[in-house]
């Protein structure tokens, strides 16, 4: 787990450098989101998306196109609101005004 762990942290130089990049596996795809993003049903890696802060906050957390929306939404360290929610459209878009969010595309099996 420390490992893992320390992972996620390490996808912040990418993230800050404009690389895109992104930790896979046979259940999930995990990678960090600082700004908008769109994700397409049929190009998702499973069937459930997680959004957990990895920051102390991300603020104006708006989801649209998901099973649980959000509009300009404070999720904090701590809280699980953001955990296996699901594309109800062919798209759903993530927006953040400030902080940065852990995505975590994963399915239950294969």
Same mark, same amino acid.
């Given at each position: 787990? &420390?490992?893992?762990?320390?992972?996620?942290?390490?996808?912040?130089?990418? +993230?800050?450098?404009? @690389?895109?990049? $992104?930790?896979? &596996?046979?259940?999930?795809?995990?990678?960090?989101? #600082?700004?908008?993003?769109?994700? %397409?049903?049929?190009?998702?890696? =499973?069937?459930?998306? *997680?959004?957990?802060?990895?920051?102390?906050?991300?603020?104006?957390?708006?989801?649209? =196109?998901?099973? %649980?929306?959000? /509009? &300009?939404?404070?999720? /904090?360290?701590?809280?699980?609101?953001?955990? /296996? #929610?699901?594309?109800?459209?062919?798209?759903?878009? @993530?927006? +953040? $005004? #400030?902080? @940065?969010?852990?995505?975590?595309?994963?399915? &239950? *099996?294969?």
């Amino acid at each position: 787990m &420390d490992h893992a762990l320390a992972n996620i942290h390490i996808l912040t130089y990418a +993230l800050e450098s404009g @690389i895109p990049c $992104r930790i896979l &596996d046979s259940y999930n795809k995990i990678y960090l989101v #600082n700004n908008k993003l769109t994700l %397409y049903k049929d190009k998702v890696y =499973g069937k459930y998306v *997680s959004l957990i802060p990895l920051t102390t906050t991300v603020e104006g957390l708006t989801l649209t =196109g998901f099973k %649980y929306p959000l /509009s &300009d939404y404070c999720l /904090s360290i701590g809280k699980s609101l953001g955990i /296996s #929610n699901e594309l109800m459209q062919n798209s759903a878009t @993530i927006e +953040l $005004r #400030n902080g @940065i969010l852990i995505v975590i595309e994963s399915k &239950d *099996s294969l």
